[in-house]
């Protein structure tokens, strides 16, 4: 026996415990044998263990000692292990299933809860709190399958059984359940809506907060009237005892961003279920109620609050979508807005994603709030606010009515990988060389190219032709496919700085590469929106309703807040 092996089995015996607490394999564990190791899964989590046929022995061995004493005989917690190396695997094994957090200490004798013993931390505390809470569960009708169903749903979630009391305030198909009075430190209630085609939970919150964001949301979602079928009513019921337990006992919500790369952190997950054909999931309510979040830090997350503001059930967009349009040469996207169909290109769908998102709000804003436009304003949306000042600046550059400039010669260009590529393209869609002029601004480093009708306005003559090109070839190819548009934007420059943040394009790349081209743009925006603001004198502000603002600018402006996106009013500049 070698010096390390009495050290790895002492590990394992401290690791499985000999005191009042020791490790418990977590309720709900299961394994499946693999044909060199062993699969494990439990409550949202999962591991896999290769490298030996032992494995599985070794799994059963490790699961009687991991096992309550009370069901296993008072011995198993102890089981013998006289070989070291079957120690030290004990001990390996043991350290990555508390990696996954397939196990959790708890009193030695003691049988876990199943819930919550497969999700929390000191389950004993958690069941202890929740055994504590008193709950009122009310109802138009107290009586009713939803009501018993949530009250039934509690009760073997632990705590005492609720009081089921009548309110005539709610509506049918309607329960609140919430939290009574002390012990329970903050009111907290989940309100449940059950209907013929489906129903809602909301996210846990004060109880007044609860019957509000009920109401929204059944004006939103609309609700057909009578019971919901089947076993929608439990399963709706489950749901909302659940996010109530998890707030009370202090886990997890099952509508937790961290769980779903599709929720917003600090805006409601609303749970949303359908009766034909069934299912239920968590949306994001972008326009719910909540604080204004901070911007997004780069495109993927800027995309993400895109998905929220376009969500199909409680988003404030129509979303933007490549649908069957084409994504080469150029990417398409198209959504609705209320003044018709928009289409937006760039060179990658997810750039074209953001600027039709970005098009498409400014789009509802003028439809839902014309006081904005009041005095020749006009808004602006973008990520943050340097990309929705990037985007103004640009626009009140081309909406001048003479530009003053002087042209560029075309070997100013014509090398760049990125201008080359586009007007190639562009010509081989036409079936000749495109028209194309290009000027530069009487201030430094400010160019502005016209190909086929197109305009851009950039740092350098290359970025300025490309774009243009973009823009022509993107407008082509949406006619093409028979898109009879009223709106059309694309790609500019005042994206790249989301597009390149976080990304490291390798070394040996020349802008010929779309993430070098983009992380040059970056570095040329900050000079370049200083140089169109001399040269503009633009004003901006931020959008907020007016007065007399509808509610769906209002919506919209909970949901722009609540994306970290920015609305800029702008005003002035020379023209």
């Not at 939290?179 to 209630?189: I, K, L, S």
Request: one cysteine or more; aromatic letters at 2%.
């Amino acid at each position: 026996m070698t010096a390390a092996e009495p050290a790895a089995e002492a590990e394992a015996e401290a690791e499985v415990g000999s005191g009042a607490v020791r490790p418990h394999l977590r309720p709900g564990v299961a394994a499946t044998p693999l044909r060199d190791g062993l699969h494990l899964r439990g409550r949202g989590t999962s591991l896999t263990l290769e490298g030996s046929r032992a494995l599985p022995a070794l799994w059963k061995l490790l699961a009687a000692r991991l096992a309550p004493s009370t069901t296993h005989g008072p011995d198993s917690a102890t089981l013998p292990v006289t070989e070291p190396k079957v120690a030290a695997a004990l001990a390996t094994v043991t350290a990555r299933l508390r990696e996954h957090d397939l196990i959790v200490d708890h009193p030695d004798g003691d049988r876990l809860p199943p819930w919550p013993g497969s999700v929390a931390q000191a389950p004993g505390d958690t069941a202890a709190a929740l055994a504590a809470v008193r709950l009122v569960v009310a109802a138009a009708d107290p009586d009713g399958p939803l009501a018993a169903a949530v009250a039934r749903a509690l009760a073997r979630g632990g705590t005492a059984a609720p009081v089921v009391v009548a309110d005539p305030a709610l509506p049918a198909g309607r329960v609140v359940a919430s939290a009574g009075e002390p012990p329970v430190a903050a009111a907290v209630a989940v309100a449940v809506q059950c209907g013929a085609d489906g129903g809602f939970v909301t996210e846990p919150a004060d109880p007044a907060r609860t019957r509000e964001d009920a109401a929204a949301l059944a004006a939103r979602l609309g609700s057909a009237s009578g019971a919901g079928p089947g076993a929608l009513p439990a399963l709706l019921a489950a749901a909302a005892a659940q996010r109530l337990l998890c707030a009370l006992g202090g886990l997890p919500d099952p509508g937790d961003p961290a769980d779903d790369p599709r929720l917003l952190a600090g805006r409601p997950a609303v749970l949303i279920a359908e009766a034909r054909p069934p299912r239920a999931e968590h949306h994001p309510w972008a326009a719910g109620p909540g604080g204004a979040d901070q911007p997004p830090e780069d495109l993927a997350e800027a995309l993400r609050r895109v998905t929220a503001l376009g969500d199909p059930r409680l988003g404030v967009l129509d979303a933007p979508a490549p649908g069957a349009l084409p994504q080469l040469p150029a990417a398409l996207v198209s959504c609705g807005t209320p003044s018709g169909l928009l289409v937006a290109g760039a060179v990658r769908t997810d750039l074209a994603r953001l600027a039709a998102a970005c098009r498409s709000a400014e789009l509802h804003l003028a439809a839902a709030d014309g006081g904005a436009a009041a005095g020749g304003a006009e808004v602006t949306v973008g990520a943050d606010r340097d990309h929705a000042l990037g985007r103004a600046l640009r626009r009140a550059v081309l909406t001048q009515a003479a530009p003053r400039g002087r042209a560029v010669a075309e070997a100013a260009w014509q090398e760049h990988p990125q201008a080359a590529h586009w007007c190639g393209v562009l010509a081989r869609q036409l079936g000749r060389p495109p028209e194309l002029t290009i000027s530069q601004f009487d201030v430094t480093a400010v160019f502005m190219a016209s190909v086929e009708g197109a305009r851009a306005v950039e740092a350098t003559p290359a970025d300025a032709v490309a774009h243009a090109a973009l823009v022509a070839l993107t407008r082509l190819l949406a006619r093409d496919h028979g898109l009879a548009a009223t709106h059309h934007t694309a790609l500019d420059g005042s994206a790249a700085p989301l597009a390149a943040a976080g990304r490291h394009p390798a070394a040996w790349t020349d802008e010929g590469s779309t993430d070098r081209w983009l992380a040059g743009i970056a570095e040329r925006e900050a000079d370049l929106r200083a140089a169109l603001g001399r040269l503009t004198g633009l004003r901006t502000t931020p959008w907020r309703p007016t007065a007399v603002a509808t509610a769906a600018a209002r919506q919209l402006a909970n949901a722009l807040d609540g994306c970290g996106f920015t609305a800029l009013v702008t005003t002035g500049g020379r023209r």
